[in-house]
């Protein structure tokens, strides 16, 4: 009978499984998870477009007619579109956390639904503003 060494099962197992690999079912939390780490990062690269947007609008108004037709274009639009979603998606998951901070919604299927919740309660209050904005 052969003993294998101890290198030998460190060796059979996984070292690190990742969260969304093949070692973990597709979960929600998970997705909602990392998005939020990426949003936190685009809010502060947006941060700087609101910086810009600013400092034209003090230096004069040919500079802020400059800055202006950046972000009227299409790819000035698109960073103002994912910047203003970033800002509300951060904004219910923060709401999210706030609950589960307080105790409650721990249980599967409620993480669940306030994590579609917060998914499409991003998505409509996205389109409000930019209706509103557009209106």
Known sequence: MS???SAERAAARPLSP????????FQISSLLSITHRI?????????????????????????YQRFAACARSPIGLILLLGWSWSLLYHLC????HLVWDAGYAFEKKNVDAGGWAVVIGSVVLTAAVWLTAYI
């Open 3 to 5: 003993a294998k060494s």
């Open 18 to 25: 990742f969260m969304l690999g093949q070692y973990y079912r």
């Open 39 to 63: 949003t936190g990062v685009g809010l502060a690269l947006g941060t700087l477009f609101l910086a810009a947007w600013l400092m034209s609008a003090a230096t004069g108004p040919a500079a």
């Open 93 to 96: 998951n923060g709401v999210r």
